[in-house]
């Protein structure tokens, strides 16, 4: 995932993806625990792109009046 991708959505696209992607890492650790992970970088990978998709909600203008 692309940080020029991400700044392109809007604020609740952002967030539902947040969602998502905190999700898959809530899954992706029950695996490793349980010894059935496979990818084990994808767990990497997640945690990257919910930072990404933290930094850029962060550096948004807030759009309250």
Do not use: C, H, W, Y
């Not at 696209?13 to 898959?24: D, F, P, R």
């Not at 349980?34 to 990818?39: A, D, K, P, T, V």
């Not at 945690?47 to 203008?61: E, G, M, N």
């Amino acid at each position: 995932m692309k940080v020029e991708e991400l700044r392109g959505k809007t604020a609740d696209e952002l967030k539902q993806q947040l969602l998502e992607l905190k999700k898959e890492a809530f899954n992706l650790r029950f695996q490793q625990a349980s010894g059935q992970l496979e990818n084990t970088a994808r767990r990497r990978q997640v945690r990257r792109d919910i930072a990404r998709i933290k930094t850029v909600v962060r550096s948004q203008p807030s759009q309250t009046s």
